[in-house]
Nanobody
C-alpha cells in the first residue's frame, strides 16, 4: 500500500523558514515524479514544485521560484520542501503527491500539513 506522509508544517513569522518532509513507502518511486501542491481556504489547489526522483530535475511554480527548494533523499525515500522568505500568502495546506514520469495525473496523495505564516 502506497503511503505519502507529510510533516514539518507549523506556524512561522513572515520572513522565516520551514522544511516540509514527505516520507514515501509502499513501492519503488525511482520512475516517479514527486510534487508539492498547496491549497489555501477558498482557493484552487496550486502547484508548488516537483522533482524527478531518478534524474533529480526540478521545476517550480512562479510564486515560489527563488524561495523554495525541492530535494530528495534516496536512502530515506523522502522528499523535502525547503521554504525560505515565507510570506503570509504562503499560508495553506501543503500536499505531497506522486505520478509516473511522463504522465500528467498524480496517482498518490498525502494527507497534507498546515503551514501558517503570520505577518
Amino acid at each position: 500500500q502506497v503511503q505519502l506522509v507529510e510533516s514539518g508544517g507549523g506556524l512561522v513569522q513572515a520572513g522565516g523558514s520551514l522544511r516540509l518532509s514527505c516520507a514515501a513507502s509502499g513501492r519503488a518511486f525511482s520512475s516517479y515524479v514527486m510534487g508539492w501542491f498547496r491549497q489555501a481556504p477558498g482557493k484552487e489547489r496550486e502547484f508548488v514544485a516537483h522533482i524527478n526522483w531518478s534524474s533529480g530535475n526540478t521545476y517550480y511554480g512562479d510564486s515560489v521560484k527563488g524561495r523554495f527548494t525541492i530535494s530528495r533523499d534516496n536512502a530515506k525515500n523522502t522528499v523535502y520542501l525547503q521554504m525560505n522568505s515565507l510570506k503570509p500568502e504562503d499560508t495553506a495546506v501543503y500536499y505531497c503527491a506522486a505520478r509516473q514520469a511522463g504522465k500528467s495525473k498524480y496517482d498518490y496523495w498525502g494527507q497534507g500539513t498546515q503551514v501558517t505564516v503570520s505577518s
